[in-house]
């Protein structure tokens, strides 16, 4: 079993670019999540898909969508990108039921310059 | 969503047990107390969760306080490898979604001395 993959691990983007990135849920998942993580900071909630739908929203601003696809794996779409915007990406998974644990994967180093 | 407070930095030796603390007073009834951890360069892991009772895993222990405004992670016996970011967090699972939305604080980031 992969675990929850994302690609790519690294990524340099220039201020006003346009950025995706792509997640693959663990075998047996159906709901991917997306995590901003700045430096020194907890993991911090973008939106939850399931379904191939945006079911739930953190307080991020309509420049970041997303993505599911029927095979449940998942992309991040970030447009105009700010030097704020750099941060570890974060997508986890789970199976959609109560109080089951996320597994989480490595994560995309995102530089905005 | 109910706030929970970690200390930011802890220190234990090497072999010896860890006990972890995290305030969580404005909890409510259906609020769980997850723990994850994050290694340098890695992602969170889970490690427990619990509800109302004591529970015990492979990796750790959780001690949950009768009232449920506290909780304690254990590790018995520390290692290098147990060098890590841990985070208390209260998942309310009241939700049609499975609620995936976890609110991570700052955590504690526990240091292992050999």
């Known amino acids: 079993d992969a675990g929850v993959t994302q690609s790519p691990t690294h990524l340099i983007k220039t201020r006003g670019q346009q950025v995706t990135l792509r997640c693959s849920p663990k075998?047996?998942?159906?709901?991917v999540s997306w995590y901003q993580q700045a430096l020194g900071q907890g993991p911090q909630f973008i939106f939850q898909?399931?379904?191939?739908?945006?079911?739930q929203r953190g307080n991020f601003p309509d420049r970041f969508s997303g993505h599911q696809f029927p095979n449940y794996s998942s992309e991040l779409n970030v447009n105009a990108l700010l030097l704020g915007d750099s941060a570890l990406y974060l997508c986890?998974?789970?199976?959609?039921?109560?109080?089951?644990?996320?597994?989480f994967g490595s994560g995309t180093q995102l530089s905005v310059l | 969503d109910a706030k929970t407070t970690q200390p930011n930095s802890m220190e234990s030796n090497e072999e010896e047990p860890v006990h972890l603390p995290c305030n969580h007073s404005?909890?409510?009834?259906?609020?769980?107390i997850h723990w994850y951890r994050q290694l340098p360069s890695q992602g969170p892991e889970y490690v427990i969760h619990?509800?109302?009772s004591n529970v015990n895993n492979r990796m750790a222990s959780l001690a949950i306080a009768e009232d449920r405004k506290s909780s304690t992670l254990i590790l018995h016996r520390a290692t290098l490898r147990d060098a890590a970011v841990y985070y208390c967090i209260l998942r309310d699972v009241e939700s049609n979604f499975g609620n995936e939305k976890l609110t991570f604080g700052t955590g504690t980031r526990l240091t292992i001395i050999p």
């Open positions: 898909y399931y379904e191939e739908e945006e079911r």
């Open positions: 404005t909890i409510s009834g259906t609020d769980y």
């Open positions: 619990g509800l109302t």
């Open positions: 075998s047996g998942h159906d709901t």
């Open positions: 986890a998974s789970s199976p959609i039921r109560e109080d089951e644990k996320l597994f």
